[in-house]
Each structure stands twice: as structure tokens, then as C-alpha cells.
């Protein structure tokens, strides 16, 4: 089982910029499908991006297209999500997670699509 930790998040102005990171440890990690998704506060946990095994492929949610940009580094175990532009509404709590098959087809996937999940790094974005 893959172990994953988030670090990285906390306290931006609107139209800030953040990344957060997710190390993973316990497994060959370019053998995962890494994902990012968050739950702000009184609402589901929603997908923001995905990255396939080495990187070549990208999902991203649409309303975080064009401002967020998902990456991953296979030598250092780590996917990273550079957040920019950002919105009071981009405050939640942001979960790294993966999963050995890419298991969705068309649209987004959801969180029954990965199997291991980080505790999460809250972000939040002051007016």
C-alpha cells in the first residue's frame, strides 16, 4: 500500500500563487496514477487534477483549467500541484491520491478511482 503525504499548503491572497506536494513512499511510484482532489468546507470532495505514470498525460477539472498545473517527478517519489490565479472559492482541504489503474474512461474521475489517499494540506484563500 502506498503511503502519501501532503505539505505545502496554507494562507494566500487572492490571485496568489502556492504549490502543494504529495510524497509517496512504500512502492515504485511510476507504477501510480497520481491524482488531486479537495473538499471545501460543507461541500463533496470533487476532482482537480490527474497525472498518468510518467507524466505524459494530464486531467485537470474544468474549473481549475488554465490555473492549476499538476506535475509529477518519478526520481523523487513527489506530484506536485502548482496553484495559481487563485479564488477565495479554491479553499479547501487538498487530498493527493493514487491508485495502480487508470480507472475512469471519458470525464473526470471520481474518488472511488483511487485507491490510497493522503490526510489532506488545507489551502486558503483570502479576499
Known amino acids: 500500500q502506498v503511503q502519501l503525504v501532503e505539505s505545502g499548503g496554507g494562507l494566500v491572497q487572492a490571485g496568489g500563487s502556492l504549490r502543494v506536494s504529495c510524497a509517496a513512499s512504500?512502492?515504485?511510484?511510476?507504477?501510480?496514477?497520481m491524482g488531486w482532489f479537495r473538499q471545501g468546507p460543507r461541500k463533496e470532495r470533487e476532482f482537480v487534477a490527474a497525472i498518468s505514470y510518467s507524466g505524459n498525460s494530464r486531467y485537470y477539472a474544468d474549473s481549475v483549467k488554465g490555473r492549476f498545473t499538476i506535475s509529477r517527478d518519478n526520481a523523487k517519489n513527489t506530484v506536485y500541484l502548482q496553484m495559481s490565479s487563485l479564488k477565495p472559492e479554491d479553499t479547501a482541504v487538498y487530498y493527493c491520491?493514487?491508485?495502480?489503474?487508470?480507472?475512469w474512461g471519458a470525464g473526470s474521475p471520481a474518488t472511488s478511482d483511487f485507491g490510497s489517499w493522503g490526510r489532506g494540506t488545507q489551502v486558503t484563500v483570502s479576499s
Open positions: 512504500g512502492v515504485t511510484f511510476s507504477n501510480y496514477i
Open positions: 491520491a493514487a491508485d495502480r489503474i487508470h480507472r
